[in-house]
């Protein structure tokens, strides 16, 4: 790669990252106010009104407690969902083949529609995070493990959100994995209990979720608090990155999904 | 267009013999197992006009679509400007703008960012894109509906956007796909005008079309396919010589019983008030005249029968079986 041709793939990158931005931001009624709204109520019924009730997990208020894996759940979702509609609709419309018509690498492509829903997540995070102050002191137990494992996780989804988006044929393709997997891996991966509470055996079930690791870890980035090791779950994660990226570049090289 | 002079310079440089495009014994066929091209073997000059003429169904979008690498060919080579599609991918697609059968923009996005998030991909800088925006929308007569969404515009303005959208990054190769299907007459006959402008800059240009008018008024150098074979690739000139007759119809004002003989017009009764004329190419028009007129036959309107290429076209793509047949019943 020549230089000039690295200031043309950066000027490429530009144009796609803003322009991923630009279409969440459009509709942000649909896109970042909804998941506002219901951490809004989460934060209200589970740390408010149950919360009181439950007491203490892991030696915090329950609402302390459940606001970091509720931020979590936010970004992971909304990381996710943006990848996998703006790829979908592109798709759909054909405007996938103004990039593939282009000189623009497929590493670029992903990166570009990967930088936008990372962008979606953070926006999402730090808004729901701003409406947790009303229930929750925020406190910040280590500034560098909160953010890198904010937006190393919210990569991983924007990666997984476009490997569906690839092989997505309809609409419906793009809403059954969040609801039949990413939604229940999230709900168990220790959003709302600590899995200390579990007995052995689902202690170690809960184990093979990666996202529990996520989760536990950025709990621990806030309140300094895990059930987990925090190299292993950096591992995990960064291993996440890797599988999804080359697995998303080997499907892009093939043209799995976008040419016949 | 004053943008073309670089690209021209190296062209010139490398010597005018690298084609423009070159196709060598392409074959596709899709995963239904239906072949769709069946070794297309096409030359185009660089620097030319070219129209790549065929029916539905033809093949016309599928070579478009491998030599822009929206579709994976079965076998074959396809170079660009001499850059073969296999080892310098990068190159032939900097070479090439398309414009596609179908509308492929986001319709929820603005038409000014649809052009310059096009530059934005092959590299260019936000500020150059937005002066190659004004300049080509502007020349299609659409840089006033900039900030609209491109939904809100009508069929040919959105082929227009997709025209300045291909132009931006300045290819050397316009490839244009049915460009003028769905387009009314009148912005057909400005789009032809536009696109010979293009063209005289020195910017090769290939369009398929089944609409006969088209290629001939505007390309100079024609191929034509039918079912996934190339059946002719030549000068639009030395096509149209191929032909030697020209068959017009005529309304006669009262019916004939006799119709007159001559050797190189052949005339034939349809109706009592129909009659068609074959008349041999070189023989004028006044020679049939002169001989209505000596038989007192009176001609109240005149018409050509087919469109001389589309003529050539039927002769060219129908089975062998029927075309002898046809010739036969016409005898
Ligand atoms: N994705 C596809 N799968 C199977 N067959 C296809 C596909 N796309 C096109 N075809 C078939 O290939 C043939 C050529 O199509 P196409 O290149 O679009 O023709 P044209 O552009 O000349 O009208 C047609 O018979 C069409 O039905
Ligand atoms: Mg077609």
Same mark, same amino acid.
């Given at each position: 790669?020549?230089?000039?041709?690295?200031?043309?793939?950066?000027?490429?990158?530009?144009?796609?990252?803003?322009?991923?931005?630009?279409?969440?931001?459009?509709?942000?009624?649909?896109?970042?106010?909804?998941?506002?709204?219901?951490?809004?109520?989460? #934060?209200?019924?589970?740390?408010?009104?149950?919360?009181?009730?439950?007491?203490?997990?892991?030696?915090?208020?329950?609402?302390?407690?459940?606001?970091?894996?509720?931020?979590?759940?936010?970004?992971?979702?909304?990381?996710?969902?943006?990848?996998?509609?703006?790829?979908?609709?592109?798709?759909?419309?054909?405007?996938?083949?103004?990039?593939?018509?282009?000189?623009?690498?497929?590493?670029?492509?992903?990166?570009?529609?990967?930088?936008?829903?990372?962008?979606?997540?953070?926006?999402?995070?730090?808004?729901?995070?701003?409406?947790?102050?009303?229930?929750?002191?925020?406190?910040?137990? /280590?500034?560098?493990?909160?953010?890198?494992?904010?937006?190393?996780?919210?990569?991983?989804?924007?990666?997984?959100?476009?490997?569906?988006?690839?092989?997505?044929? /309809?609409?419906?393709?793009?809403?059954?994995?969040? +609801?039949?997997?990413?939604?229940?891996?999230? =709900?168990?991966?220790?959003?709302?209990?600590?899995?200390?509470?579990?007995?052995?055996?689902?202690?170690?079930?809960?184990?093979?979720?990666?996202?529990?690791?996520?989760?536990?870890?950025?709990?621990?980035?806030?309140?300094?608090?895990?059930?987990?090791?925090?190299?292993? *779950? =950096?591992?995990?994660?960064?291993?996440?990155?890797?599988?999804?990226?080359?697995?998303?570049?080997?499907?892009?090289?093939?043209?799995?999904?976008?040419?016949? | 267009?004053?943008?073309?002079?670089?690209?021209?310079?190296?062209?010139?440089?490398?010597?005018?013999?690298?084609?423009?495009?070159?196709?060598?014994?392409?074959?596709?066929?899709?995963?239904?197992?239906?072949?769709?091209?069946?070794?297309?073997?096409?030359?185009?000059?660089?620097?030319?006009?070219?129209?790549?003429?065929?029916?539905?169904?033809?093949?016309?979008?599928?070579?478009?679509?491998?030599?822009?690498?929206?579709?994976?060919?079965?076998?074959?080579?396809?170079?660009? #400007?001499?850059?073969?599609?296999?080892?310098?991918?990068?190159?032939?697609?900097? /070479?090439?703008?398309?414009?596609?059968?179908?509308?492929?923009?986001?319709?929820?996005?603005?038409?000014?960012?649809?052009?310059?998030?096009?530059?934005? =991909?092959?590299?260019?800088?936000?500020?150059?894109?937005?002066?190659?925006?004004?300049? =080509?929308?502007?020349?299609?007569?659409?840089?006033?509906?900039?900030?609209?969404?491109?939904?809100?515009?009508?069929?040919?303005?959105?082929?227009?956007?997709?025209?300045?959208?291909?132009?931006?990054?300045?290819?050397?190769?316009?490839?244009?796909?049915?460009?003028?299907?769905?387009?009314?007459?009148?912005?057909?006959? *400005?789009?032809?005008?536009?696109?010979?402008?293009?063209?005289?800059?020195?910017?090769?240009?290939?369009?398929?079309?089944?609409?006969?008018?088209?290629?001939?008024?505007?390309?100079?150098?024609?191929?034509?396919?039918?079912?996934?074979?190339?059946?002719?690739?030549?000068?639009?000139? /030395?096509?149209?010589?191929?032909?030697?007759?020209?068959?017009?119809?005529?309304?006669?004002?009262?019916?004939?019983?006799?119709?007159?003989?001559?050797?190189?017009?052949?005339?034939?009764?349809?109706?009592?008030?129909?009659?068609?004329?074959?008349?041999?190419?070189?023989?004028?028009?006044? +020679?049939?005249?002169?001989?209505?007129?000596?038989?007192?036959?009176?001609?109240?309107?005149?018409?050509?029968?087919?469109?001389?290429?589309?003529?050539?076209?039927?002769?060219?793509?129908?089975?062998?079986?029927?075309?002898?047949?046809?010739?036969?019943?016409?005898?």
């Amino acid at each position: 790669m020549t230089p000039l041709h690295l200031h043309e793939h950066w000027t490429a990158l530009r144009t796609i990252v803003t322009k991923e931005v630009l279409r969440f931001a459009r509709i942000w009624v649909q896109t970042v106010l909804p998941p506002v709204v219901t951490m809004a109520l989460y #934060f209200i019924i589970f740390g408010g009104l149950i919360g009181s009730r439950i007491g203490e997990m892991d030696g915090y208020r329950y609402m302390d407690f459940i606001v970091p894996g509720l931020i979590m759940l936010a970004v992971i979702t909304n990381s996710y969902a943006n990848v996998v509609s703006s790829f979908f609709s592109s798709k759909f419309q054909r405007h996938i083949e103004e990039l593939l018509v282009s000189p623009v690498p497929n590493s670029l492509i992903i990166l570009g529609f990967v930088g936008g829903g990372v962008a979606r997540g953070l926006t999402v995070g730090v808004a729901v995070t701003l409406v947790s102050l009303f229930f929750s002191p925020l406190s910040v137990h /280590s500034i560098p493990v909160t953010l890198s494992v904010v937006v190393m996780t919210s990569i991983v989804f924007a990666l997984a959100g476009l490997i569906n988006g690839v092989f997505a044929r /309809s609409f419906d393709d793009i809403s059954i994995m969040p +609801t039949f997997v990413l939604t229940p891996l999230t =709900y168990l991966g220790g959003v709302f209990y600590s899995v200390s509470l579990l007995p052995g055996f689902w202690q170690d079930v809960s184990k093979l979720n990666p996202i529990l690791y996520m989760v536990n870890t950025f709990r621990y980035g806030l309140l300094g608090t895990t059930d987990l090791s925090l190299w292993v *779950s =950096y591992a995990i994660i960064i291993a996440f990155i890797v599988g999804l990226y080359v697995f998303a570049l080997n499907l892009l090289n093939r043209g799995v999904g976008v040419r016949t | 267009m004053r943008h073309t002079g670089i690209a021209q310079e190296k062209d010139k440089d490398q010597g005018m013999m690298t084609a423009a495009l070159e196709i060598r014994g392409l074959h596709k066929t899709y995963r239904n197992g239906f072949e769709a091209l069946k070794g297309i073997d096409l030359t185009v000059a660089p620097g030319s006009f070219f129209a790549l003429l065929g029916p539905n169904g033809a093949g016309k979008s599928t070579t478009i679509g491998i030599v822009t690498s929206l579709i994976n060919k079965t076998s074959g080579s396809v170079r660009v #400007f001499g850059h073969d599609l296999d080892r310098d991918l990068q190159e032939v697609k900097r /070479s090439i703008g398309l414009v596609p059968q179908e509308f492929n923009f986001n319709t929820f996005e603005p038409v000014g960012e649809i052009v310059v998030n096009q530059a934005g =991909y092959y590299g260019i800088p936000r500020r150059e894109a937005w002066r190659r925006a004004q300049h =080509y929308l502007g020349e299609l007569g659409l840089w006033d509906k900039r900030k609209d969404m491109a939904r809100t515009l009508s069929g040919g303005m959105k082929r227009r956007l997709m025209i300045a959208r291909a132009l931006v990054h300045e290819p050397r190769l316009l490839i244009l796909d049915e460009p003028t299907a769905g387009v009314d007459i009148e912005l057909r006959r *400005s789009m032809w005008d536009f696109l010979r402008n293009i063209n005289c800059d020195g910017r090769s240009i290939i369009l398929t079309t089944h609409y006969l008018e088209e290629a001939e008024r505007l390309c100079r150098n024609i191929a034509i396919i039918d079912r996934g074979r190339i059946v002719e690739n030549t000068t639009m000139k /030395s096509l149209l010589t191929k032909l030697d007759t020209e068959t017009v119809v005529l309304d006669l004002l009262a019916p004939v019983q006799q119709l007159p003989v001559h050797d190189s017009i052949v005339l034939r009764g349809i109706d009592e008030l129909t009659v068609e004329a074959d008349i041999h190419r070189g023989e004028s028009l006044n +020679t049939l005249f002169h001989l209505l007129d000596k038989e007192k036959i009176q001609v109240q309107s005149m018409r050509n029968k087919t469109n001389r290429l589309e003529e050539l076209f039927i002769r060219m793509t129908q089975a062998p079986k029927t075309r002898g047949r046809d010739m036969q019943t016409s005898q």
